[in-house]
Every structure is written in structure tokens, then in C-alpha cells.
């Protein structure tokens, strides 16, 4: 399984960004597809992840911000950032699991204030 992750970039706080990531290879079924961010310093958390059934969550610190959809027929999971906040800025990985974890290269997003 690979992982290709797009989106990241530079916005200002209150700015909007949207992740994509799309899966390859031997893909038959997943569990869950997810984001993750990991700041300078930080341990990697856990942003949002929806599973196969379509069942969601999120951390607390972007619930009602950060929504998370996928596109079966893409293999595409998306993760839509809206409301900005300098502390959201970090490296965000995306994650396909299907019994063991598939990680993609990660992607820098940088909020300004």
C-alpha cells in the first residue's frame, strides 16, 4: 500500500486548507484512514480518522473545525480544514490501516497569526 499525500501549505490563521490522500497498491479493504499532525517537539496525535462503515472522529481540538470524507472510488480520504488556528501547524500524515499501519510521507501545514 502506498500513500500520497497533498494539500499541505502556507495560510493565514482563520484560512482554510484541504489534505488529500489517496492510496495505492494492493488495496482490497481498509479499517480506517486517517490524519495525523506532529509538531516540533510533539508527540504525533490523532486529528480524524473514518472507518470503512463511514463512522468518524475527532480530536477535540478541531472538532466543529476539521471535517474528514473519503471517496471510495477514489481511494481518497480527505481532510477539509477550515477556522485555522496557529497551533494547527505541524506535519500531517495520513494513515491507512488494515490490520497494520500504512503511513504516507506527511505534509507541512503552517498557520500564521
Known amino acids: 500500500v502506498q500513500l500520497q499525500a497533498s494539500g499541505g501549505g502556507l495560510v493565514q490563521a482563520e484560512g482554510s486548507l484541504r489534505l488529500s490522500c489517496a492510496a495505492s497498491g494492493n488495496i482490497f479493504s481498509f479499517d480506517s484512514m486517517g490524519w495525523y499532525r506532529q509538531a516540533p517537539g510533539k508527540q504525533r496525535e490523532l486529528v480524524a480518522d473514518i472507518t470503512n462503515g463511514g463512522s468518524t472522529k475527532y480530536a477535540d481540538s478541531v472538532k466543529g473545525r476539521f471535517t474528514i470524507s473519503r471517496d471510495n472510488a477514489k481511494n481518497t480520504v480527505y481532510l477539509q480544514m477550515n477556522s485555522l488556528k496557529p497551533e494547527d501547524s505541524a506535519v500531517y500524515y495520513c494513515?491507512?490501516?488494515?490490520?497494520?499501519?500504512?503511513w504516507g510521507q506527511g505534509t507541512q501545514v503552517t498557520v500564521s497569526s
Open positions: 494513515l491507512y490501516y488494515n490490520g497494520r499501519n500504512y
